[in-house]
């Protein structure tokens, strides 16, 4: 079973410009996770989908990042303008619907985002 | 405000011998606790969980113990092999929410 995927692995992007992290799940897990980590900080929960729906964006930090999971397979996450601070490692984490949120999140290897 | 914190950045400890990481939280809302291993260039990968309804759990090598009148869980990891060097995260989740809470980390050396 192929893990979690991301892509690209790293991005260097000027003040002002957009990105675009893109996030593939395991296949038939219909939560997907969006966490970031600033160097040295903790890992920060930023939205939660349930398929194609977002369960939960309270992490989410500001209007300049937008998350999407049309058809509830692969998900986006493009930040427009990017500032300095938005830079950091951004992981995405998949798991199976169980009923329970006690099911074991499962993590891809991060895209590490610099903005200049 | 950091509801889970790991207060020690870095552990060294000798091959063969106990590890033992500690993490404190905040909010007595938790209910479930893991533990994550991080290598460098990786994702985190799930090592070890705990319900709120116990207070040890242990798969191996790995035991996680938790005091929740102190709201402090611990991971040790007996005997201590080179290849568990890593960066280790404790993190919390209350049922119903499915967000985890991560601490900061402690990187983990196991000198031979």
């Known amino acids: 079973e192929a893990g979690v995927t991301q892509f690209p692995s790293h991005s260097v992007i000027e003040k002002g410009q957009t990105v675009t992290l893109r996030c593939d799940p395991i296949s038939g897990h219909d939560n997907l996770y969006w966490y970031r980590r600033v160097m040295g900080k903790e890992i920060k929960f930023l939205l939660h989908?349930?398929?194609?729906?977002?369960?939960?964006e309270s992490g989410m930090p500001n209007n300049r990042f937008l998350a999407e999971r049309t058809g509830g397979t692969y998900s986006t996450l493009k930040v427009q303008p990017a500032e300095l601070e938005d830079s950091g490692v951004y992981f995405c984490a998949s798991s199976r619907y169980q009923g329970s949120s006690y099911n074991e999140q499962f993590f891809g290897p991060g895209t590490r985002l610099t903005v200049l | 405000d950091q509801q889970v914190k790991q207060n020690s950045p870095s552990l060294s400890v000798q091959e063969g011998r106990i590890s033992i990481l500690n993490c404190d939280y905040t909010?007595?809302?938790?209910?479930?606790f893991l533990w994550y291993k991080k290598y460098p260039a990786e994702g985190p990968t799930f090592l070890i969980s705990?319900?709120?309804?116990?207070d040890k759990n242990e798969d191996g090598r790995f035991t996680v113990f938790l005091n929740k009148s102190a709201k402090h869980l611990s991971l040790h990891i007996v005997p201590s092999q080179p290849g568990d060097s890593a960066v280790y995260f404790c993190?919390?989740?209350?049922?119903?929410?499915?967000?985890?809470?991560f601490g900061t980390g402690t990187r983990l050396k196991v000198l031979a």
């Open positions: 909010n007595s809302m938790f209910d479930y």
């Open positions: 993190a919390a989740t209350i049922s119903g929410t499915y967000k985890y809470i």
């Open positions: 705990i319900s709120s309804i116990k």
């Open positions: 989908f349930v398929k194609e729906s977002k369960q939960d």
